[in-house]
């Protein structure tokens, strides 16, 4: 955790806020929550709370017997209750009736498209599921997804539900060498891939990425490739299956067995402080409830006429919870998009929102700021009058891209919300209800009903006003249920800091009226546009090239990605080894997001006489602020060179 100086400059860094937006009256009329009636029944009883969402969101096979078992810091929800996760997400919308509904309006960044319905979609889960069990995967099994932004994505994580096996979805920006480790981590069984996928107007190859892996990863038998990207790829014979053969083959009928409501559903790896990337455990019952009760009402979603889209891509928690399982379970609508918002034009987004009607738009705030730099024009050029609710995730999102999000997106008419979670906490945690909450640009407002946070100073006592750390003090139908292989390492992170308290690694603060502000993380893990990447795992990555002797990474504010990788790296005696050379081999290493905007080669690391690299005062030379006292440090003429160097070196884009 980063040193009490560091904190309090976080802490302070923001200025209050005063403009507010109250729910528009004509909103709220309409709106499912337009009152404090639900936060009030919640702080009554936060499990009768979730127990009642529980019977009016999920179907139960077998009702639960205890609502919720709490043997901190292990949490299970509706015990000894069973059900299907994939039977809630389409099997009963079909036996409604529903079965024409359009699930996915799927679009692929060249303009091609395809619409699924309920019943199309259903159908090819039970076809993969058969495909999946006739591979030899059983329940408790892993099966990765190494796949981009196609509806197998989806459809393979419903079929592992269905036959309750685990999927561990990697994001297809990862590496090689970043599958290989989560899959072996994992110890999957089978790989779900792709050819490749479109991106910018380009194939890029997925499978000769995943057959790089596989030559290092023992425990997958078979390896199912899905045919997107049309480029040439080498199959191994008894391993390797074309994804169209098989579901032509399979047998289309696949009941949904019921699974305990803390069955595996799935592991998804995130960043934390060390190098190695943490299998983050979520089960059925409690994660399924919570993800429909969120989408549901942080989107005031309207199945019957809403169409709701959000961004994010498979890989990561929020395609989880709110492209696959939240949208699903309720039955909603959704456009998913396979590419950049820049192809062929700056306005693609703006327009798939105008040609297919979309109502609930979801988003992060690198995006936004994204927007903002290509000009109010790109959206004016399109009629965006279907949207009414505009969410953001992934990062705080500054007042100003609020705003320009309000007015320039959502015709000033759109309740934003700003929600706040993590991979950790498996659904929203704090965001408005747009119907009931009044809004101030930049604040995530309040804990939704049925959450507890609390910020506390950094002897963990509460604070009420200011600046603090952000815990959680109740346990959450959606809460991770434990780090995959790794029972001290989930102690270690999330509840030793503070006792009795999950903490989440991020700074907050309250304002006078109790709304909270989130500031970002206080640990060392750094939020490049949304993603969490780890500095120590960019500096494990640089001291494994060979020329490279040490090396200290640290985020810097960056306008457009909130954060910015920059490093600084230390060369071994008489090495030689370029900027590019050394961005392209963190690229290769972990993936393209985790690779260094700027790279200043340096003789010395700034150090505190113990032998601790200064991070703070790194993360000021790259910010370009002034330096206070320098004093504590093994050598203060460290920092000169430094910030000569940081004055000449030019930024990579
Ligand atoms: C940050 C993404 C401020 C935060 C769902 C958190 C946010 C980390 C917000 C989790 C928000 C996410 N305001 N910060 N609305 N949403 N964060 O696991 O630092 O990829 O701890 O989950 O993103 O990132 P993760």
């Given at each position: 955790?980063?040193?009490?100086?560091?904190?309090?400059?976080?802490?302070?860094?923001?200025?209050?806020?005063?403009?507010?937006?109250?729910?528009?009256?004509?909103?709220?009329?309409?709106?499912?929550?337009?009152?404090?009636?639900?936060?009030?029944?919640?702080?009554?009883?936060?499990?009768?709370?979730?127990?009642?969402?529980?019977?009016?969101?999920?179907?139960?096979?077998?009702?639960?017997?205890?609502?919720?078992?709490?043997?901190?810091?292990?949490?299970?929800?509706?015990?000894?209750?069973?059900?299907?996760?994939?039977?809630?997400?389409?099997?009963?919308?079909?036996?409604?009736?529903?079965?024409?509904?359009?699930?996915?309006?799927?679009?692929?960044?060249?303009?091609?498209?395809?619409?699924?319905?309920?019943?199309?979609?259903?159908?090819?889960?039970?076809?993969?599921?058969?495909?999946?069990?006739?591979?030899?995967?059983?329940?408790?099994?892993?099966?990765?997804?190494?796949?981009?932004?196609?509806?197998?994505?989806?459809?393979?994580?419903?079929?592992?539900?269905?036959?309750?096996?685990?999927?561990?979805?990697?994001?297809?920006?990862?590496?090689?060498?970043?599958?290989?480790?989560?899959?072996?981590?994992?110890?999957?069984?089978?790989?779900?891939?792709?050819?490749?996928?479109?991106?910018?107007?380009?194939?890029?190859?997925?499978?000769?990425?995943?057959?790089?892996?596989?030559?290092?990863?023992?425990?997958?038998?078979?390896?199912?490739?899905?045919?997107?990207?049309?480029?040439?790829?080498?199959?191994?014979?008894?391993?390797?299956?074309?994804?169209?053969?098989?579901?032509?083959?399979?047998?289309p009928v696949c009941p949904a067995e019921p699974m305990d409501s803390e069955q595996l559903l799935y592991l998804l790896y995130t960043s934390g402080t060390t190098g190695k990337?943490?299998?983050?455990?979520?089960?059925?019952?409690?994660?399924?409830?919570?993800?429909?009760?969120?989408?549901?009402?942080?989107?005031?979603?309207?199945?019957?006429?809403?169409?709701?889209?959000?961004?994010?891509?498979?890989?990561?928690?929020?395609?989880?919870?709110?492209?696959?399982?939240?949208?699903?379970?309720?039955?909603?609508?959704?456009?998913?998009?396979?590419?950049?918002?820049?192809?062929?034009?700056?306005?693609?987004?703006?327009?798939?929102?105008?040609?297919?009607?979309?109502?609930?738009?979801?988003?992060?705030?690198?995006?936004?700021?994204?927007?903002?730099?290509?000009?109010?024009?790109?959206?004016?050029?399109?009629?965006?009058?279907?949207?009414?609710?505009?969410?953001?995730?992934?990062?705080?999102i500054n007042p100003e891209a609020w705003m320009w999000y309000h007015e320039h997106i959502g015709g000033g008419r759109c309740p934003v919300v700003d929600t706040w979670w993590?991979?950790?906490?498996?659904?929203?945690?704090?965001?408005?209800?747009?119907?009931?909450?009044?809004?101030?640009?930049?604040?995530?407002?309040?804990?939704?009903?049925?959450?507890?946070?609390?910020?506390?100073?950094?002897?963990?006592?509460?604070?009420?006003?200011?600046?603090?750390?952000?815990?959680?003090?109740?346990?959450?139908?959606?809460?991770?249920?434990?780090?995959?292989?790794?029972?001290?390492?989930?102690?270690?992170?999330?509840?030793?800091?503070?006792?009795?308290?999950?903490?989440?690694?991020?700074?907050?603060?309250?304002?006078?009226?109790?709304?909270?502000?989130?500031?970002?993380?206080?640990?060392?893990?750094?939020?490049?546009?949304?993603?969490?990447?780890?500095?120590?795992?960019?500096?494990?990555?640089?001291?494994?090239?060979?020329?490279?002797?040490?090396?200290?990474?640290?985020?810097?504010?960056?306008?457009?990605?909130?954060?910015?990788?920059?490093?600084?790296?230390?060369?071994?005696?008489?090495?030689?080894?370029?900027?590019?050379?050394?961005?392209?081999?963190v690229g290769q290493d972990i993936g393209n997001i985790a690779k260094p905007k700027t790279i200043y080669f340096t003789p010395d690391l700034p150090k505190t006489r113990s032998?601790?690299?200064?991070?703070?005062?790194?993360?000021?030379?790259?910010?370009?602020?002034?330096?206070?006292?320098?004093?504590?440090?093994?050598?203060?003429?460290?920092?000169?060179?430094?910030?000569?160097?940081?004055?000449?070196?030019?930024?990579?884009?």
């Amino acid at each position: 955790m980063a040193d009490a100086e560091q904190t309090h400059e976080t802490i302070d860094a923001m200025s209050w806020e005063s403009r507010r937006f109250p729910p528009p009256v004509e909103f709220a009329r309409h709106a499912l929550v337009a009152d404090t009636s639900m936060y009030d029944e919640a702080a009554e009883d936060d499990e009768g709370f979730w127990a009642r969402q529980a019977a009016d969101l999920v179907t139960w096979a077998t009702p639960w017997t205890t609502i919720c078992n709490w043997d901190l810091p292990y949490a299970t929800w509706f015990v000894g209750g069973q059900l299907n996760v994939a039977y809630n997400c389409l099997d009963r919308h079909v036996e409604a009736g529903l079965g024409h509904r359009v699930a996915f309006h799927w679009e692929g960044e060249p303009g091609d498209r395809r619409t699924i319905t309920y019943a199309d979609l259903l159908d090819e889960v039970q076809r993969f599921a058969n495909v999946l069990r006739g591979l030899g995967v059983q329940r408790g099994d892993r099966v990765n997804i190494y796949l981009p932004m196609v509806p197998e994505a989806a459809v393979a994580m419903l079929a592992c539900a269905r036959i309750g096996a685990a999927h561990s979805v990697v994001f297809g920006g990862f590496s090689s060498h970043s599958l290989a480790d989560r899959i072996n981590d994992a110890e999957a069984k089978v790989l779900v891939t792709a050819d490749g996928g479109y991106r910018r107007g380009e194939v890029f190859p997925l499978k000769p990425a995943a057959d790089e892996a596989l030559t290092s990863t023992p425990s997958i038998e078979h390896v199912v490739v899905v045919r997107r990207g049309g480029n040439e790829v080498t199959m191994v014979d008894g391993r390797d299956h074309w994804y169209h053969d098989l579901i032509a083959a399979a047998d289309p009928v696949c009941p949904a067995e019921p699974m305990d409501s803390e069955q595996l559903l799935y592991l998804l790896y995130t960043s934390g402080t060390t190098g190695k990337p943490k299998g983050i455990m979520h089960t059925s019952g409690g994660y399924l409830v919570q993800a429909a009760f969120t989408h549901k009402f942080v989107f005031d979603l309207h199945p019957e006429t809403d169409v709701y889209w959000c961004t994010a891509d498979v890989g990561w928690v929020t395609g989880h919870s709110y492209i696959v399982y939240g949208p699903l379970a309720n039955g909603a609508t959704s456009v998913m998009y396979e590419g950049v918002p820049n192809f062929p034009g700056n306005d693609r987004f703006w327009s798939i929102i105008e040609q297919y009607g979309v109502t609930k738009f979801y988003t992060a705030p690198t995006a936004i700021r994204t927007f903002m730099k290509w000009g109010d024009a790109e959206p004016a050029k399109h009629d965006l009058s279907s949207l009414k609710v505009l969410g953001s995730v992934g990062e705080p999102i500054n007042p100003e891209a609020w705003m320009w999000y309000h007015e320039h997106i959502g015709g000033g008419r759109c309740p934003v919300v700003d929600t706040w979670w993590q991979t950790e906490t498996g659904a929203m945690m704090i965001s408005p209800l747009p119907g009931a909450t009044t809004t101030k640009p930049g604040s995530a407002t309040f804990p939704l009903p049925g959450i507890s946070a609390e910020l506390v100073d950094d002897h963990g006592q509460p604070i009420r006003h200011g600046g603090g750390y952000l815990t959680l003090t109740r346990p959450w139908p959606s809460m991770m249920r434990g780090i995959w292989g790794d029972p001290d390492r989930y102690l270690r992170t999330y509840w030793s800091q503070y006792p009795g308290r999950y903490f989440a690694g991020d700074g907050a603060k309250l304002d006078d009226d109790g709304y909270l502000w989130l500031l970002g993380r206080v640990d060392d893990v750094m939020n490049v546009s949304g993603h969490r990447i780890s500095t120590t795992e960019v500096e494990s990555s640089l001291v494994a090239h060979p020329a490279v002797a040490e090396a200290a990474v640290v985020g810097a504010n960056d306008a457009t990605t909130g954060q910015a990788i920059i490093a600084y790296v230390i060369l071994r005696s008489g090495a030689t080894v370029d900027e590019q050379a050394l961005r392209t081999h963190v690229g290769q290493d972990i993936g393209n997001i985790a690779k260094p905007k700027t790279i200043y080669f340096t003789p010395d690391l700034p150090k505190t006489r113990s032998g601790k690299i200064m991070r703070r005062l790194l993360r000021d030379v790259a910010e370009g602020r002034n330096l206070g006292d320098t004093t504590t440090l093994a050598d203060s003429s460290v920092v000169a060179e430094l910030q000569r160097r940081a004055g000449e070196a030019p930024s990579e884009d």
